[in-house]
Nanobody, 113 residues
Framework: VQLQASGGGLVQAGGSLRVSCTASGLTFGSYGMGWFRQAPGKDREFVGSISWRGDNTYYADSVKGRFTISRDNAKNTVYLQMNSLKPEDTAVYYC???????WGQGTQVTVSS
């Protein structure tokens, strides 16, 4: 299984950013997907998840109402739309196939105040 996140960058507080993650080496549409993040000096934390069909999502309280996860199974891609970004959202963002212990390369998101 290979996971490649992309779309990170530098954004001002209050701004928006969408990051993507493309998976290969598995039947993508059969698995739930999760987004996680790791800020400098902190443990990796759960951001949110989406079911294999995309009809159920779940979010950490810290991002609920600001972040939205979606997926396109035809493109083997999961998305994380981030709105109303805060400096505390600064982290490396990773996607993960739920149930498979494999972490791909993340993408850096930096929110300036």
């Amino acid at each position: 299984v290979q996971l490649q996140a992309s779309g990170g960058g530098l954004v001002q507080a209050g701004g928006s950013l969408r990051v993507s993650c493309t998976a290969s080496g598995l039947t993508f549409g059969s698995y739930g997907m999760g987004w996680f993040r790791q800020a400098p000096g902190k443990d990796r934390e759960f951001v949110g998840s989406i079911s294999w069909r995309g009809d159920n999502t779940y979010y950490a309280d810290s991002v609920k109402g600001r972040f939205t996860i979606s997926r396109d199974n035809a493109k083997n891609t999961v998305y994380l739309q981030m709105n109303s970004l805060k400096p505390e959202d600064t982290a490396v963002y990773y996607c993960k196939v739920l149930g498979i212990n494999n972490w791909g390369q993340g993408t850096q998101v930096t929110v300036s105040s």
